[in-house]
């Protein structure tokens, strides 16, 4: 077997299926004890970056809150510079908004309006892809920028939860699909 | 001038000082141009955690949301694991939780149940040590677990908010102080 099919085996079954959580029906598929483990930790880190030389992407987006664990540690690996995504309300200088729709309702998601030098190579890096809302939000935030998607980065892609329709035309990877 | 200051001066530069942010009359210490700048953010990680050897901390623990940013990252450069702490409701496993006060009221911090183990070398980081009620809930989490915390460590500290009294006893560190 190669070693990375090992190390994803490995970090698959670290991710701890907790029934019916936040609401009955769904099983949350929590990252906790491989974000806990040196080891597991820094395999998913190699693993989410391997197709990325040093220094040849200028940005990592993470968007709050867990999405900042992997592109924090990603931009810090690849020595690029780490870009947060928030909700409205709690970047505290200009910002664009991007609103995506929920089953009941609808969320936003911000981003400084200075944040991105045009022309920049930027990967957006989450740990979970599910209905792809905010994904596809986040794509549209950087796009204003006039900067390449060079990749939106999932450690865990839901696929029965069909999020890659919602990024159609954007370069999708993800690590582990359930 | 030793090439530490020269860093921190850098970085101090660098901070955006946000006039009535979230509400009139706090400045708010906006660090998203540090962290967009690779060399501005691998700097503060250095100077984050030049105190500590490569494998010598089990855990670096942080606060959500901009909590996670340093913190992820530094378990990645150290070899250690990363632990969130987060809002009530947020984490899918057991938890424990502890309140602190707030001006107007209070709120709450909590960690999974089995995050650490017991005898493991803490880190606390965070990116701003205020009235310090955050940074003294989570220290007591931690506790919870007789675990050692090695060292609380924040980038800025606002020395006038007087949040190191709340932490007497822990060995505090902050790399910028205004």
């Known amino acids: ?29 929590d990252i906790t004890p491989v974000l806990a483990d040196p080891q597991l930790f820094a395999d998913a880190l190699e693993l989410l970056t391997n197709d990325f030389k040093q220094g040849e992407i200028d940005y990592f987006v993470g968007v709050e809150a867990r999405g900042f664990i992997f592109s924090a540690a990603a931009a810090l690996k690849l ?11 709690k970047l505290p200088y200009d910002t664009y908004e991007e609103s995506y729709d929920l089953e009941y309702g609808s969320n936003s998601v911000c981003i400084h309006t200075d944040a991105i030098r045009p022309g920049s190579r930027v990967v957006l ?10 994904a596809a939000a986040t794509a549209a935030l950087i796009r204003k920028f006039d900067a390449e ?6 450690l865990i892609e839901l696929a029965f939860l069909k999020g890659r329709e919602k990024l159609q035309g954007l370069p999708v990877r993800s690590l582990i699909t359930f």
């Open 79 to 89: 020595g690029a510079g780490f870009i947060p995504v928030r909700k409205p309300g």
């Open 125 to 134: 890096m989450d740990d979970l892809l599910a209905t792809g809302g905010t």
């Open 1 to 29: 077997m190669n070693p990375n099919q090992t190390k994803i085996d490995n970090l698959t079954s670290a991710i701890r299926n907790i029934p019916d959580f936040p609401k009955p029906g769904i099983q949350f598929k």
């Open 149 to 154: 998607i060079v990749q939106v980065t999932f």
